[in-house]
């Protein structure tokens, strides 16, 4: 059974960082595409960042430049590390793994993260 555990959320000011980790359980992680993505009041959930296995990232032009998506395949953890933090980031976010091969996403259950301005 795989899990995805977040962790790193909180109250930031504008300006600030924060680092999200989300670990995974199950040796199927290294292999597949994992993302961060995020869901504020009312909104649909949308795409932060992406990694692959070989490490290519795709980032949301929204947030490129100010937020880096890395993973370590070693520890089973993906990370979301995010500068210049402004109030409109202010979301849940959770962490997908993608396993074509299963015809499966798994999500975490989700981190808060709010910017004050």
């Known amino acids: 059974q795989v899990q995805l555990v977040e962790s790193g959320g909180g109250l930031v000011q504008a300006g600030g960082s924060l680092r999200l980790s989300c670990a995974a359980s199950?040796?199927?992680?290294?292999?597949?595409?994992m993302g961060w993505y995020r869901q504020a009041p009312g909104k649909q959930r949308e795409l932060v960042a992406a990694?692959?296995?070989?490490?290519?990232?795709n980032h949301a032009d929204s947030v490129k430049d100010r937020f880096t998506i890395s993973r370590d395949n070693a520890k089973n953890t993906v990370a979301l590390q995010m500068n210049s933090l402004k109030p409109e980031d202010t979301a849940v976010y959770y962490c997908?793994?993608?396993?074509?091969?299963?015809?499966?996403?798994?999500w975490g259950q989700g981190t808060q993260v709010t910017v004050s301005s």
């Open positions: 990694i692959t296995s070989g490490g290519s990232t």
């Open positions: 997908k793994l993608e396993v074509p091969a299963l015809g499966r996403n798994y």
């Open positions: 199950g040796s199927i992680f290294r292999f597949n595409t």
